[in-house]
């Protein structure tokens, strides 16, 4: 079955980077994209971007450019999310959540989701 | 601010039928699938509702998604006590190059 597990909470300082890692498995690595998605404590749902793992091309949110990285590692079939520069209104649980199917991985229909990691900003 | 448009609540008795609105664009909604989360709390979002109408294999046929122009709903029927979450709209949009979703809608039943 399709898996996706998350590293634990963080706690950073403001102007501080995260890298929260989702690891995959029970499905075919490269063939389905990988969105990442936020949520500040009780807001909504924010999309950060989205990664393909065969090329690793990735497409970000206009909010995110410049201070977000995504990439994999096939060898470990696991994403990473990296954040930089960050400040007290990133505090948020992130989530790795899987393309359904593997045609057309932008649209977020997303079927298969971590579990979430909680990132804490404090000084 | 959400680009998509969602009534922030929406409740209903059990057994009642409920439905939750989501306004968008041409830029989005009038042109691109949606797509409908439940959250319940604590939890990661579900995926209930795909290319406008779809259900996923396993969600109850209580709930269905629909598409006319820019806006799309999603409608539980026989509501249970169960049902009671928050729901999200989510759609691609051009302009931005990118996934929006909207604010999300919290269900209470009565």
């Known amino acids: 079955q399709v898996q996706l597990v998350q590293s634990g909470a963080e706690v950073k300082k403001p102007g501080a980077s995260v890298k929260v890692s989702c690891k995959t498995s029970g499905y075919i690595f490269s063939n389905y994209y990988m969105h990442w998605v936020r949520q500040a404590p009780g807001q909504g749902l924010e999309w950060m971007g989205v990664i393909n793992p065969d090329g690793a091309g990735t497409t970000y949110s206009q909010k995110f450019q410049g201070r977000v990285t995504m990439t994999r590692d096939t060898s470990t079939s696991t994403f990473y999310l990296e954040l930089r520069s960050l400040k007290s209104d990133d505090e948020a649980v992130y989530f790795c959540a899987r393309a359904t199917r593997d045609t057309y991985g932008y649209n977020p229909d997303l079927a298969y989701w971590g579990q979430g990691t909680l990132v804490t900003v404090s000084s | 601010q959400s680009v998509l448009t969602q009534p922030p609540s929406a409740s209903g008795t059990p057994g009642q039928r409920v439905t939750i609105s989501c306004s968008g664009s041409s830029s989005n909604v009038g042109t691109k699938y949606v797509y409908w989360y439940q959250q319940l709390p604590g939890r990661a979002p579900q995926l209930l509702i795909y290319?406008?109408?779809q259900r996923r294999p396993g969600v109850p046929d209580r709930f269905s998604g629909a598409k006319s122009g820019t806006s799309a709903s999603l409608a539980i029927s026989g509501l249970r006590s169960e049902d009671e979450a928050d729901y999200y709209c989510?759609?691609?949009?051009?302009?931005?190059?990118?996934?929006?979703f909207g604010g999300g809608t919290k269900l209470t039943v009565l």
């Open positions: 290319d406008n109408d």
């Open positions: 989510a759609a691609r949009d051009d302009i931005l190059s990118g996934v929006i």
